[in-house]
């Protein structure tokens, strides 16, 4: 855990919403549900913040509800990994390895 | 070891955007996704040695066993699923983690909320207090709103739900909502029964907020859902003192707000329009002018003919292509007809399928080469030299009422032009209309064909007709 302040995390905030924004703008039609699906996994980074609350749980209710974090966090990840890995298959044909 | 976990949390935000970078082009995209994956694997394994965690050696239990569950479930659907129904996954995916990022917002509340009578308990930060509070309302949102919109894909709710007085209803609950978060998030003295009753509210909101819109408009909503996940999952991101968590989710949060907003231009209506006003109420009073002509039946094996003597095709799929499972008939076709020297090319409409992309994806599948595929600004200067536009499961984006007609529903949306080919063969189950309930008036045409069935047998049958000749 780092301290972030207010104003650090308000400048980390803006660059990465810009930073979002760029990336995501110059996706080809065609990637758009794949893309959707990749951002989606992404965001399964919420699995480390669930961990390190499930971590420190102490009491039964805490324990309960950092379970059910963990749970759907991890669903949220390898869901949306597989999903997006084999949406991503369809793009390469066995057929044309070398250049595609 | 503090500082080995947070380069790792470091390379892991490095990975997840040049992840989303390579993604962006069809040749490096799946190099993109494994990047990324290498990332979430390294940030995962090192949360694991954030001070805290090892003291407790039932909590390291439970958390495995939870993983072990969560991914289990996820891993066995995200690889049964039929590609026709992915979007509809893409949504619980993403509710799942707009529902974890509200429940670290829980957990943390409920240990301020603890440690209001014990001493020397959890102590958060003014700042850090109010964003949990959002954080924990948007990922709820998102938690219930994706599960309706999964629903309403998968079919298991079919009924647009409408209450009487529904936008008010929606106003009140919301409102109370954001007052009982806003006395959560400003004074340290919080019950546990308020925080749960906070809670409640906030998912009640997301099914009634996502119940009302139409299953057409689901991939914005779903877009717009993936957004929120990744602004919750920021915001926790901050109140857990988490860099990575705040960039990849700031990073998703505005990625995906783009993607809303073109889907939405797409469609050509505004993103307001989509969330608060069904399409049924404010354009079922459009104008209902007459149809000139008539529509025209045509053989398979007449439309064989026709396709196999032109010198060029375009294939117009629409959802209805996805339904029938044809797109692997239709490759044959193509491949068929190619074979015989015509040239063939693919027009998708943006919001062809469910979700802008998705007929990108069903088309890949049955192996189809992405040059042959051209979206609406491509294709359209190209059907006034087409000899065939053959129309499969495809209705409103090839209306031409689009253009023509400004008091439809849809005037204004940009539409494939299929109506300006030379003759056009449209294949269709029967008579109704589609998505919207608008007639269409390309099927009237003089040069529109109607070639009714199945999108599989109908294709099956243009095979079998050219493989007689």
Redesign the interface.
């Given at each position: 855990?780092?301290?972030?302040s207010?104003f650090t995390?308000l400048y980390?905030?803006m660059l990465?919403?810009?930073?979002?924004?760029e990336?995501?703008?110059?996706?080809?039609?065609?990637?758009?549900?794949?893309?959707?699906?990749?951002?989606?996994?992404?965001?399964?980074?919420?699995?480390?913040?669930?961990?390190?609350?499930?971590?420190?749980?102490?009491?039964a209710?805490?324990?309960i509800?950092?379970?059910?974090?963990?749970?759907?966090?991890?669903?949220?990840?390898?869901?949306?990994?597989?999903?997006?890995?084999?949406?991503?298959?369809?793009?390469?044909?066995k057929d044309k390895k070398g250049e595609? | 070891m503090?500082v080995f976990i947070?380069v790792v949390?470091f390379v892991?935000a490095i990975l997840?955007?040049l992840?989303?970078?390579k993604?962006?082009?069809?040749?490096t995209?799946?190099g993109?996704?494994v990047w990324?994956?290498i990332g979430?694997v390294a940030?995962?394994l090192v949360?694991?040695f954030?001070?805290?965690?090892?003291?407790?050696t039932g909590?390291?239990v439970?958390?495995v066993?939870?993983?072990a569950?969560?991914?289990a479930?996820?891993?066995i659907?995200?690889?049964r699923?039929q590609?026709t129904d992915?979007?509809q996954?893409?949504a619980?995916?993403?509710g799942?983690?707009g529902?974890?990022?509200a429940?670290?917002a829980?957990?943390?509340l409920?240990?301020m909320a603890?440690s209001a009578d014990a001493a020397g308990g959890h102590e958060l930060s003014a700042?850090a207090q109010v964003l949990a509070v959002i954080g924990a309302l948007i990922g709820a949102v998102s938690f219930s709103g994706s599960a309706i919109a999964f629903a309403k894909l998968q079919g298991i709710m079919k009924k647009t739900i409408r209450l009487p007085m529904h936008m008010v209803i929606n106003l009140i609950l919301f409102t109370l909502t954001l007052v009982a978060g806003a006395i959560i998030g400003f004074s340290g003295d919080v019950s546990?029964q308020l925080v749960l009753l906070f809670f409640i509210m906030a998912l009640v909101f997301g099914v009634l907020f996502t119940t009302p819109i139409g299953g057409a408009d689901m991939p914005v909503v779903?877009?717009l859902f993936?957004a929120f996940?990744?602004l919750a999952?920021?915001f926790?991101?901050?109140v857990?003192?988490?860099?990575?968590?705040?960039?990849?989710?700031?990073?998703?949060?505005?990625?995906?707000?783009?993607?809303t907003q073109?889907?939405a231009k797409a469609m050509n209506r505004p993103i307001g329009n989509i969330l608060f006003a069904s399409f049924g109420s404010d354009g079922g009073a459009a104008a209902e002018e007459d149809i000139e002509g008539s529509m025209k039946e045509i053989q398979g094996t007449d439309a064989a003919i026709m396709m196999a003597f032109a010198e060029k095709v375009i294939i117009v799929p629409g959802y209805g292509m996805a339904v029938a499972q044809a797109q692997h008939k239709v490759s044959e076709l193509t491949k068929l007809l190619e074979a015989r020297g015509v040239t063939v090319k693919f027009a998708?409409h943006?919001v062809a399928g469910r979700?802008?992309?998705?007929m990108?994806?069903l088309l890949?599948?049955a192996?189809i080469d992405?040059d042959k595929?051209l979206?609406l600004d491509e294709v359209n200067p190209e059907f006034p030299t087409a000899d065939v536009a053959l129309v499969i499961g495809a209705n409103d984006v090839v209306n031409p009422v689009a253009r023509s007609n400004p008091d439809s529903p849809i005037y204004g949306m940009p539409i494939l032009d299929a109506d300006i080919a030379k003759n056009c063969i449209v294949i269709k189950r029967g008579k109704g209309s589609g998505f919207s309930g608008i007639e269409n008036h390309l099927f009237y045409a003089d040069n529109t064909r109607m070639l009714y069935g199945d999108g599989q047998k109908a294709v099956a049958e243009l095979i079998s007709g050219i493989k007689e000749l």
């Open positions: 855990m780092i301290e972030i207010g995390a980390i905030f990465s919403a810009f930073t979002g924004y990336v995501i703008s110059r996706v080809p039609v065609i990637l758009h549900t794949p893309m959707m699906s990749g951002s989606n996994f992404i965001h399964g980074i919420v699995l480390v913040g669930a961990i390190v609350v499930m971590g420190s749980a102490q009491s209710l805490e324990q509800i950092g379970f059910i974090a963990v749970a759907l966090a991890a669903g949220n990840a390898v869901g949306g990994y597989v999903a997006t890995v084999r949406m991503l298959e369809m793009f390469n044909p595609a | 503090d947070q949390y892991a997840f955007i992840g989303l970078k993604m962006s082009s069809p040749v995209a799946t993109g996704i990324a994956g979430m940030a995962s949360a694991f954030e001070p805290g965690v090892f003291e407790h909590n390291v439970l958390i066993l939870a993983i569950v969560g991914s479930i996820a891993y659907t995200a690889k699923v590609m992915m979007p996954m893409i619980i995916y993403n799942m983690g529902g974890a990022a429940a670290i829980a957990v943390e409920v240990k603890g700042t546990i779903i877009s993936n996940t990744g999952v920021a926790e991101g901050f857990l003192g988490n860099a990575a968590m705040i960039i990849a989710g700031t990073v998703v949060g505005s990625a995906g707000t783009l993607l073109l889907m998708i943006p979700m802008p992309g998705h990108n994806v890949a599948e192996g992405y595929i979206d």
